[in-house]
Structure formats: structure tokens, C-alpha cells
């Protein structure tokens, strides 16, 4: 069963370090990934197991690399929605959105994409605008720190 939102589970050191080393090879080994928190294998994987059982871990994912895939150019859009009925389900069907997310502030939703070029980009902002988007402010992103 995994933790409502408004509970909050406890970890040590030995966890914070476990979901750390995770952030970055969430297919590390367990006898790898002992070995760097001083623990058995078995001990690390009932603490994975148990980081997972409550929530804290939420799942595992694949890194994409975008490039390969020919999306060349990454962004984040934020964007002025007055209405986002349905908008949530066109999102999550696009293949070059990475992550999309309601805001606060000046933008009601803000985009992480990756798009095949400025041709990519350019289709995407007007498939925003067709979504009812009435302002948008693009940034490209240079390079990522994490």
C-alpha cells in the first residue's frame, strides 16, 4: 500500500543515498548498489521494496536519448490556457512533450518538449494555439545540468 498524499514517511541516510544512487541507474545491481551503501544485496533490495511499498519510489523509467529519435531541439514552453478542458489527454498523446504541468503564476501550464528541429517547435506552439493557447513564451534549452 503506498502513502496517501498527505502522509510523510520516514527515511535514514541509508535510504537517501539508496534513492539517489536510483536518480541516475535505476537498473543498478543490488550487489552494486549494497556495495555502495555498505549493506547486503538482500538488505538493499527490502529497502527498495519497502521505498516502493510506501511511495516514495514511484517507479522506473528508461532515459531517453531524444537526439536518436530525431528530436534534436528541447524547450520549455509555458503557456496561457483559459480553458484546458481536454487538454490534459491531447498532451499526454504527443509524443514530443516530455512532461506537462498546471502552474501558478502568469502561464496556467508549462511544457517540457523535445521536437525534430525548429520545424518541430513551429508545429507544436501552433498545435497549441489550435488547443486554445492565447500566449505563449518558449525558451530552448542550451544544455541540462541534470
Known amino acids: 500500500m503506498s ?17 539517489s544512487i536510483l536518480q541516475t541507474d535505476g537498473r543498478i545491481a543490488w550487489q ?10 538482500n538488505a538493499v533490495a527490502e529497502r527498495v521494496r519497502r521505498l516502493t511499498r510506501t511511495g516514495v519510489i514511484k517507479g ?18 509555458d503557456a ?18 516530455l512532461w506537462a504541468a498546471h502552474v501558478t503564476g502568469e502561464s496556467d501550464v508549462t511544457l517540457a518538449v523535445a521536437c525534430n528541429g525548429t520545424a518541430g ?10 488547443e486554445g493557447a492565447t500566449e505563449t513564451h518558449t525558451d530552448v534549452v542550451l544544455s541540462k545540468i541534470r
Open 3 to 19: 502513502a496517501m498524499a498527505d502522509e510523510t514517511v520516514s527515511i535514514d541516510k541509508i535510504d537517501r543515498e539508496i534513492l
Open 32 to 41: 552494486t548498489l549494497g556495495d555502495r551503501v555498505h549493506l547486503s544485496p
Open 60 to 77: 522506473f523509467r528508461a532515459e531517453i536519448n531524444q537526439a536518436a529519435l530525431g528530436r534534436t531541439l528541447e524547450a520549455v514552453i
Open 80 to 97: 496561457r490556457m483559459p480553458h484546458t478542458q481536454g487538454f490534459d489527454d491531447a498532451v499526454m498523446k504527443r509524443d514530443d512533450v
Open 121 to 130: 517547435l513551429d508545429a507544436l506552439l501552433k498545435w497549441l494555439q489550435r
